[in-house]
């Protein structure tokens, strides 16, 4: 038993591609400029800093497979999956530039 398709299916995950789409940009211009984050630590590195590059970086790169995703899974799977696919984008996206911005200063 299939269901009858949805006409309406593209608008949720369009909503979440605008809404995504400037965090990543933002995201991408600050990473161009992390490195300055480096001056004031000490040779040995700074953990923290790391930490906050690295957790961002990843937030990053799984916005693009969650946005993918929300537009496949809107359109072929049961509306449930597409819905969260569609909120995990964008707040990945956030998430990323939240974590560059709370980058702590050296040492």
């Given at each position: 038993?299939?269901?009858?398709?949805?006409?309406?299916?593209?608008?949720?995950?369009?909503?979440?591609?605008?809404?995504?789409?400037?965090?990543?940009?933002?995201?991408?211009?600050?990473?161009?400029?992390?490195?300055?984050?480096?001056?004031?630590?000490?040779?040995?590195?700074?953990?923290?800093?790391?930490?906050?590059?690295?957790?961002?970086?990843?937030?990053?790169?799984?916005?693009?497979?969650?946005?993918v995703g929300a537009w496949l899974t809107s359109r072929l799977a049961k509306p449930g999956w597409g819905a969260a696919l569609c909120v995990l984008a964008p707040?990945?996206?956030?998430?990323?530039?939240?974590?560059?911005?709370?980058?702590?200063?050296?040492?």
């Amino acid at each position: 038993m299939t269901s009858a398709p949805r006409r309406l299916w593209w608008i949720a995950p369009t909503v979440s591609t605008v809404l995504a789409l400037p965090l990543l940009a933002l995201a991408c211009l600050i990473l161009m400029f992390v490195g300055f984050a480096y001056d004031s630590c000490d040779p040995g590195g700074c953990p923290g800093t790391d930490r906050h590059v690295l957790t961002a970086l990843a937030a990053l790169l799984a916005t693009v497979p969650l946005a993918v995703g929300a537009w496949l899974t809107s359109r072929l799977a049961k509306p449930g999956w597409g819905a969260a696919l569609c909120v995990l984008a964008p707040l990945t996206a956030a998430g990323s530039v939240l974590s560059f911005l709370t980058i702590p200063a050296g040492r």
